[in-house]
C-alpha cells in the first residue's frame, strides 16, 4: 500500500539540522549525519503517496508537514534483552515485599 487517504494514520519524516548545522562537540559519526525527526499523525491531504510532502495532525493537535515515510505505522521499539540479574532482583524484592511469588 503506497497511497493513504486523508484521515489515515501516517508518518512522516523532516530533517532537523543539515550535516554542516550539528553541534561542534559531537562526535566526528554524528557530525556526518543530519538530524532526523519523525513524526505519527492522521493525514491532512486528500490523498498521497509514499516519499510526497503532506501535511499531518498529530494526536495533541499539532500540524506538521513532512515527507511521508509510512502508512498505518507500528511501534518497533522494546526495551530489550532480559537480564538475569535485575529479574531475579525482581523476584527477591516481590518475595521480600510479601508479593504474589
Known sequence: MNKATKGTWVEIENVVLEVGQRAPQVPEDTKNTPLV????GLL???EAEIGKQVEVETL????A?????AINPRFEHDFGKPVDVLVETGI???KEMG???
Do not use: N
Not at 37 to 40: D, G, R, S
Not at 60 to 63: A, D, I, P, T, Y
Not at 65 to 69: F, L
Open 92 to 94: 527477591s524484592l516481590k
Open 37 to 40: 525527526m519523525w513524526t505519527k
Open 99 to 101: 508479593g504474589i511469588l
Open 60 to 63: 495533541s493537535g499539532r500540524l
Open 65 to 69: 508537514k513532512g515527507r511521508m515515510t
Open 44 to 46: 491532512i491531504d486528500e
